[in-house]
């Protein structure tokens, strides 16, 4: 069992604690890991876990480094109009890779994804228990449909925001929602808005 207390030595808990969930992660997929296993890996207790994190989605989105919580992003699109879906899921992916506040990260994060085989498998396990079958069920679409759409969207991202291609780096975000979000709404098999 886990001692209490602070552990002697140096190291950061926390920083230890994120170091066994990707790991684990990575190894057994979101569903497949425990907060006990983590802590276990971390050598901590569960409690201590919740202490820092408060749950184990939130230890995930810190172990890969993801500066939102896309559950509740996407939660908050799919309870809007269906017909709107595309278009707002394209504003708003465009607009937290823009931000000053979740661009650095989620750039961060997906270059380490590139790079990090472990990081690679544990944001694959997170999307394929939880965003993309999520998002699925709530559209009623194919599994497929929504990982089609994703893939568009994270092309659009490494093109604009890490390679920075022009001219759609320096394009408005409204030029590049006007752009991308007929394509999301087709391959997700959605009826687009029509423009006003």
Known sequence: MARAGR?????STSDDVLAAAR????????RGTTLRAIAAAAGVTPAMIHHFFGSKQRVF????????DPTAVLS???DGPREDFAEALVRTF???WRSDATGPGLRGMLRSAVADEEQAAAVRAFA??????RTAAALGVPIERVEAALSILIGQAVTRAII???PLASMSDDDVVALFAPAVAVVL???ARDPA
């Open 7 to 11: 552990r002697p030595g140096p190291g």
């Open 23 to 30: 790991s684990l992660f990575a190894e057994r997929g979101y």
């Open 61 to 68: 989105l810190a172990a890969i480094r993801m500066p939102i």
């Open 94 to 96: 465009v607009a937290v």
């Open 189 to 191: 098999g959605l009826r």
């Open 164 to 166: 920075g291609i022009e």
């Open 76 to 78: 908050g699109l799919l």
């Open 128 to 133: 394929g228990a939880i965003v993309l079958p």
